[in-house]
Structure formats: C-alpha cells, structure tokens
C-alpha cells in the first residue's frame, strides 16, 4: 500500500471521526455555556458547514442536551456510521483480489435503497418517520460510502494513478 494512499484513507478516516465528534460536542458545549472564544467560532463552523449539507430542519433533527444537531437526522445517521465504515474500510484491503467497481456500486445502490424509500415515501405523503427510523435507515449508506472510499484509496498503488500509455 502506498503511503500517499494510506495517508489519504487515515486523512477520510480522522475526518469522519473528528466530523461525527463535532456534531455531538457542539450541542453539548452550547447547552453547558463552553462557548468562549474559540469555542464559540468552532460552534459557528460546525453549523455553517452543517448547513452546507443539510437542511437542519428542527423538527427533523436529534436535540442533544436540550440543543439541536447541526445537522438532521438521517445526516446524522450517514455520519454516526462513517468512521466505523472508514475505519474498515482501511484495514480491509486486499493485496491480490480487489473488489469490482459493479460490485461496489450494487454495495452503494442496495444500502441507499432504505433512505430513498423513505426519502420518496416522505415527498409523496405515504410516511412521516421518526427521527429514530430516519438515522437507523441512513447508516448502511454512511457505512458503505467510508468504506468504499477507504478501501479503494487504501488498495491503490502507484501503478494505478499513472496515466495510460496512449500509444498502446
């Protein structure tokens, strides 16, 4: 494994970790009056880069001590599972058999299949999950991508981001 790969695997892996800690201490630090100084610019960036990604809808969104997540739900779910799936990810690489790319894309379409259903129930008025169901049903997806990702970056060699010899 190259280093420069397996750095960029460890790099998804503490992002994901360092992600999913932010979402929960954030809300923590708001409801115990931690915010000072850089407290309350990690605070803010938490939020905002919440809401670059979700809409934080209060009604769909976990309340943690009493303070809302910076970010809903089912975005919480995708992220509780993310550095678990990363983590894996990294320290499931195969040298000789590498997974195929249809096979990883079935892996992502059939653990997407829970949120979509309810995504689509929900916009067409068949269902109104709880925030509960809404996690539970992301995860797989959170899990799947960190790993797909991981495993990916950790399996390539330098051979594998070379440009193809045009003349062949």
Not at 55 to 66: I, T
Not at 88 to 109: A, H, I
Not at 135 to 145: E, Q
């Amino acid at each position: 494994m190259s280093n420069g790969r397996h750095g960029l695997a460890l790099a998804v892996t503490i992002g994901a970790i360092v992600w999913m800690f932010l979402l929960v201490a954030t809300p923590y630090a708001a409801s115990h009056g931690q915010f000072a100084g850089p407290g309350t610019v990690m605070a803010a960036a938490t939020y905002a880069t919440g809401g670059l990604v979700c809409h934080q809808r209060s009604e769909r969104s976990f309340s943690l001590w009493g303070t809302q997540m910076p970010v809903c739900a089912r975005c919480a779910g995708l992220y509780a599972t993310a550095p678990l799936g990363a983590l894996l990810g990294m320290l499931t690489v195969r040298r000789r058999r590498r997974s195929s790319v249809g096979g990883l894309r079935l892996l992502l379409l059939v653990t997407a299949v829970p949120t979509l259903v309810t995504v689509f129930g929900e916009v067409v008025g068949l269902v109104s999950p709880t925030n509960l169901v809404r996690a539970i049903l992301a995860a797989p997806l959170g899990f799947a991508i960190t790993w797909t990702v991981c495993r990916a970056l950790s399996a390539l060699r330098d051979d594998d981001m070379k440009p193809a010899d045009v003349a062949r």
